[in-house]
């Protein structure tokens, strides 16, 4: 069974860091591009960014210079770093997989076929 399984989530200040986590489990994740979306109260999911196969990367114009994306093959995991965070990255942090490339559509969600169950991030004073 295809899983994806994020952590890393938590409340940090502005200003602060977070790291998260994408796991996955029953299959193999340097066989996919995988995305990490976002979701805020009352706001559309938007994607945060993409990383592919071959390890290209795609950012949203509101995280570039402050979120990177990176895998680990060994450990079949994803990681968010997300560092100078403010209020408006307060949301639910989900990662998906789709095929081998992120594309020039990756920001939209409904290309990710597989999902996690999402991480709470809250920046807040």
């Known amino acids: 069974q295809l899983q994806l399984v994020e952590s890393g989530g938590g409340l940090v200040q502005p200003g602060g860091s977070l790291r998260l986590s994408c796991a996955a489990s029953?299959?193999?994740?340097?066989?996919?591009?995988i995305g990490w979306f976002r979701q805020a109260p009352g706001k559309e999911r938007e994607g945060v960014t993409c990383?592919?196969?071959?390890?290209?990367?795609k950012f949203a114009d509101s995280v570039k210079g402050r979120f990177t994306i990176s895998r680990d093959n060994a450990k079949n995991t994803v990681y968010l770093q997300m560092n100078s965070l403010s209020v408006e990255d307060t949301a639910i942090y989900y990662c998906?997989?789709?095929?081998?490339?992120?594309?020039?559509?990756?920001?939209?969600?409904?290309?990710?076929?597989?999902w996690g169950q999402g991480t709470q991030v809250t920046v807040s004073s």
């Open positions: 998906a997989a789709r095929g081998l490339l992120c594309g020039s559509s990756w920001s939209s969600w409904g290309g990710f076929g597989y």
């Open positions: 029953g299959f193999t994740l340097d066989n996919y591009a």
């Open positions: 990383i592919s196969s071959g390890a290209g990367t």
